[in-house]
């Protein structure tokens, strides 16, 4: 069974940084595509940035300059390096590692932007 578990959420002033790691389980991990997506009170779940298995990345307009997204194959584990960090990007973030036909989301962890 494949899991992806969240960590590293929490509450920031307005302008600081905050990291977020994502742990997989699986064997197909190295060739899986990774993302971040985000959902806040009243909206719809959304895309945040993910990364293609050769290193290409997208990016919401919203976060680009201030996100970044990596991972590590040999751990398993996918990265969101989070700056300038402002009030709107509050929301449950959750990652998502995607094979084939294997689509696994984590259970989210909770990032609140306090201004």
């Known amino acids: 069974q494949v899991q992806v578990v969240e960590s590293g959420g929490g509450l920031v002033q307005a302008g600081g940084s905050l990291r977020l790691t994502c742990a997989a389980s699986?064997?197909?991990?190295?060739?899986?595509?990774v993302g971040w997506y985000r959902q806040a009170p009243g909206k719809q779940r959304e895309l945040v940035a993910d990364?293609?298995?050769?290193?290409?990345?997208n990016y919401a307009d919203s976060v680009k300059g201030r996100f970044t997204i990596s991972r590590d194959n040999a751990r398993k584990t996918v990265y969101l390096q989070m700056g300038s960090l402002k009030p709107e990007d509050t929301a449950v973030y959750y990652c998502?590692?995607?094979?084939?036909?294997?689509?696994?989301w984590g259970q989210g962890t909770q990032v609140t932007v306090s201004s």
């Open positions: 699986g064997t197909f991990f190295s060739l899986a595509v």
């Open positions: 990364m293609f298995t050769g290193g290409s990345t």
């Open positions: 998502n590692v995607r094979f084939g036909s294997i689509n696994v």
